[in-house]
């Protein structure tokens, strides 16, 4: 690894809403190009551990895993490769639970026709133990293979694996194996779930794993294989299912938003252990979408539902290029509406960020007549919908900006995290758009000279707070939040991809971000 940018640590340090924040900003790093993004582990005694993974090969990849030690200036102090049993491996991520590193690889097994799916525990010193195997599936063709995740707990306590049959064949049946695994690393329970209905009926929306080993499932389970409406009734059941981890007994019960349409549905835990389910509704069958619900559940039993229609005020603030019409002229927001994350903080009050992410295919002719295509990435205003400890979805906040980019969605969206009575939000943000207020139009982000990595903070009753980290001048890069990791109650991780102009080359960047109260 070479370091192609170097500068003095640099600390800035500002007072948001009596609060102080201070962000440490590392050096520029630059990784080889077959490189993934480093995976921040753990902080330990002032230092930062990372995991990175080279792939080589064309048609089939071997890994090189490496774990990286910086100290607390983010000088990195060691590069260790870590050695696994077999070359032949996929990688499928990695946690750090319980004082160590647990590194998750399938092996397959051609010649069997078996897929193996394992952990191999990682000391910080660098020294990999044998490989625990926690399924095997035998499979006859190459799309037999499952799709498989690894959830850990917000408490870094428990992992849960699992593996879907979901290739969306309206002849095969779906089905799903759950495996939940306690921090050294045995398995808790397992269990293999086999549902009536087809791969193309059923679609899992979202999942979480709680403290106790225990697991929640959220489903869209269409009544048949066409998807279609009946009746202008909705032609599916949004399906709640709690697999307890006394022998995983399953307990299955239906959401229902008043004849309302689901469009989309998240779960989230809180450390209390109440789950919150938060999604976006039609009041029609093929219409725009209408307004938001909220779900409180409790030991797998609903002791709260809410919901909420955008009002004239919300639409007219979002615009009208954000909003549309149904059969019967009734207005909501446009379908290229998604979820993108969900922060509670320390009331029970939740923040819910959607933006309008889509894209656009541009086709041109030249003087030859050969036709091309090309395609531009759009994301649009963060919308965040608050919701009060008492379930009422009571504000819609606008973050406006306007970013587009031609190559990937890579640069555009945001990431953030909550503490105690606020949400840390951070993403790019145009030049001209920082200097004016809230609530008013952005100009659209694509010229990369413009960009300035920006945090914003939002509190409970919906103010806004925007400061400047650094401008595209500062370090000849732009600022891709890759992902968020808390290090302690009041400190916080960032790791970021940073991209030059007329380049394709990325580099990387860790920060800490102390909350000072």
């Known amino acids: 690894m070479n370091k192609i940018f170097t500068f003095m640590m640099i600390l800035i340090a500002w007072t948001i809403s009596a609060q102080d924040v201070t962000v440490a900003l590392s ?59 077999k070359d032949d491996i996929n990688y499928n991520g990695s946690v750090y639970i319980n004082q160590k590193l647990a590194l998750m690889i399938s092996d397959n097994d051609k010649d069997r026709d078996i897929i193996s799916y394992k952990i191999v525990p990682i000391s910080l010193e660098g020294k ?94 269409y009544d048949d294989k066409k998807r279609e409406k009946k009746d202008d009734k909705a032609a599916y059941e949004i399906q709640l299912m709690y697999i307890k981890n006394d022998s995983a007994e399953v307990k299955k019960f239906a959401l229902n938003i008043s004849d309302k349409f689901i469009k989309s549905a998240n779960l989230r835990l809180r450390d209390n252990g109440e789950l919150y389910s938060v999604g976006l509704y039609s009041n029609t069958v093929d219409g725009p979408t209408h307004g938001v619900f909220f779900l409180k559940i409790v030991d797998g039993e609903v002791t709260l539902s809410t919901k909420r229609e955008f009002s004239e005020n919300d639409l007219e603030k979002l615009g009208k290029r954000k909003s549309d ?4 002229g009734e207005k909501g927001l446009k379908d290229n509406f998604r979820f993108n994350d969900m922060q509670i903080i320390e009331d029970g009050s939740a923040f819910v960020t959607v933006e309008p992410n889509y894209v656009v295919e541009y086709k041109s002719t030249n003087s030859r007549g050969v036709m091309s295509t090309s395609y ?23 973050l406006p900006k306007f970013q587009s980019n031609p190559e990937s969605t890579l640069f555009l969206s945001h990431k953030s995290f909550a503490y105690k009575d606020k949400v840390y939000l951070f993403y790019n943000e145009d030049e001209d758009n920082y200097k004016n207020p809230v609530g008013s139009k952005p100009k659209r982000t694509s010229y990369y000279g413009d960009f300035i990595a920006t945090m914003t903070t939002l509190d409970k009753n919906g103010n806004f707070d925007r400061k400047a980290l650094f401008s595209y001048e500062d370090s000849d890069s732009i600022f891709i ?37």
């Open 376 to 398: 531009v990435y759009y994301s649009e205003d963060i919308i965040i919908i608050n919701i009060n400890p008492q379930g009422d979805i009571d504000r819609l906040s606008i």
């Open 27 to 85: 050096p520029l790093y630059k990784f080889p190009k077959n490189s993934s993004v480093p995976e921040f582990l753990c902080e330990n005694n002032g230092e930062y551990y990372f995991l990175r993974s080279e792939a080589h090969g064309l048609f089939s990849f071997k890994y090189n895993f490496f774990l990286e030690k910086y100290n607390d200036s983010f000088e990195q102090v060691k590069s260790k490769e870590i050695s696994v049993s």
């Open 325 to 328: 019409k149904d059969k019967s």
């Open 481 to 517: 939040p890759d992902s968020i990791e808390k290090i302690s109650p009041s400190k916080y991780i960032l790791v970021a991809t940073k991209r030059k102009l007329f380049t394709s080359k990325s580099t990387y960047m860790f920060s800490t971000i102390q909350i000072n109260n």
């Open 128 to 221: 990999s133990s044998k490989p625990i195997t926690v399924s095997k599936f035998k499979y006859e063709r190459k799309r037999d293979i499952p799709t498989t995740s690894w959830i850990l707990t917000n408490d870094t306590t428990k992992i849960l694996f699992m593996a879907e049959s979901d290739n969306d064949s309206k002849k095969e049946n779906y089905q799903i194996h759950l495996v939940s695994i306690d921090d050294n690393l045995n398995k808790i329970w397992d269990k293999t779930m086999k549902f009536s209905k087809t791969e193309a009926q059923v679609k899992m929306l979202s999942s979480v794993i709680n403290p106790n080993g225990e697991v929640y499932l959220l489903y869209k389970i």
